[in-house]
Every structure is written in C-alpha cells, then in structure tokens.
C-alpha cells in the first residue's frame, strides 16, 4: 500500500469514526463526493488546503492523517507520545527530532530540510 493509499484508508476510518457517510464529509469540507471517493478508493492525495478542512471536521490532527507511517492505529492517535511502562518520559529533543522525521517523511524530504519554529 503506497503513502496515498494509507491516507485514503486513514480519511475513510476517521470518516466512519465520525459517522459520516461521503456525502456528508463532502459536504462539510467543501468538496465533491467525488473527490472524497478519489481519497479513499483511488488513492488520490488530498490538497493541504483541504487537509485542513477535513482535521477540523474529522476533529483529528493533520499529520495523523498524512503520516506516511505504514500503522494506521486511529483509536490511540498519540500513542507515540506516551512512554512504554516502565520507561523514561521522551526529553523535548527526542519528541522534536521524531516530528522533525515524520514531517519530513510526509513532504519526501530530507529531516535536515525541515525547520520548526516557535513563535511567542
């Protein structure tokens, strides 16, 4: 299964998590049913401006959606997070450099091209 497909299967379990049919999440983004379709069953890639639409209806984060991470566990989403038992809590470095990875795993790029910034 190729990174647009595992996003479409993501789309499509949040959907039914949600208790919307297609119609319905095609409405409330602002999109086709089509469209919706292509997502889940064509392995077509949803634009970001639209990936921002469906984290707010979906009520789920962005990068759960577009993770190219091959595990499609949606019932714990930030189950990364949490450290195993008996296990130290991940410092804020660690936590950084495997968002550092997964972003850049999700643009195709290098982890050394993507920068965060904190703004106050």
């Excluded at 038992?85 to 050394?112: K, T």
């Amino acid at each position: 299964m190729n990174r647009a497909e595992r996003v479409g299967a993501r789309i499509k379990r949040f959907r039914e998590l949600a208790g919307l049919s297609k119609s319905e999440l095609a409405r409330r983004v602002g999109v086709s049913p089509t469209a919706v379709n292509n997502w889940e069953d064509q392995g077509v890639m949803p634009r970001m401006e639209v990936v921002l639409r469906l984290e707010k209806v979906l009520e789920v984060d962005w990068m759960q959606l577009m993770s190219a991470r091959s595990d499609d566990n949606v019932s714990a989403p930030f189950a990364a997070d949490a450290p195993a038992p008996g296990q130290p809590e991940p410092s804020r470095r660690e936590r950084l450099d495997r968002y550092r990875r997964e972003i850049a795993d999700l643009f195709d790029v290098a982890p050394e091209q993507v920068d965060i910034v904190i703004r106050h």
